[in-house]
């Protein structure tokens, strides 16, 4: 099974969130998620709820709720959140993989990706770095083993 074609319910995803980063994940907070833009499923979502319109998301739509959940973990309001993942949209999806060796940092007001080649930045005490691979670490095994 290739990596592209995992595919996770909504209610796997939770699962997975919960294993790899000790995080329940409500199924309305993902619900809500997917209706305000911040994780949509990939594969498949026409905003209808029930049963006959299931939400399907991959292993890259884990590693953005992972990431989201570190950034609400850390203190970072969910207003602040969904501007940080708009502002910096299209630096997510350049950096944004399994390998990735970019960082995100939240710097007071600032909020933005540091990409390799790049100096890291010395952060004041109360500033937020998050390396952007780790939100990867383990989200294929994982989804893996949810959908054998």
């Known amino acids: 099974m290739s990596i592209s074609s995992l595919v996770l319910t909504a209610s796997q995803l939770q699962t997975a969130v919960q294993r790899l980063d000790g995080y329940r994940l409500p199924q309305r907070t993902l ?13 498949k979502y026409d905003g209808v709820r029930g ?32 501007i940080t993942l708009a502002m910096i949209d299209a630096d997510l999806r350049e ?20 990409k390799n080649g790049l100096p890291a930045r010395e952060l004041p005490d109360g500033q937020f770095r998050l390396q952007l691979d780790e939100c990867f670490v383990g989200t294929v095994a994982e989804a893996r083993r949810l959908t054998a």
């Not at 619900?31 to 594969?43: D, E, F, G, H, R």
């Not at 939400?55 to 850390?74: G, H, P």
């Not at 950096?95 to 990706?113: C, E, W």
């Open 95 to 114: 950096a944004f993989h399994p390998s990735t060796p970019a960082s995100l940092v939240v710097d007071g007001l600032r909020v933005y990706v540091v």
């Open 51 to 82: 049963r006959e319109h299931p939400r399907l998301y991959n292993t890259s739509d884990l590693a953005k709720c992972r990431l989201v959940v570190r950034m609400r973990r850390a203190g970072i309001s969910m207003a602040r959140t969904r």
């Open 31 to 43: 619900s809500l998620w997917a209706k305000q833009s911040v994780v949509v499923p990939t594969v």
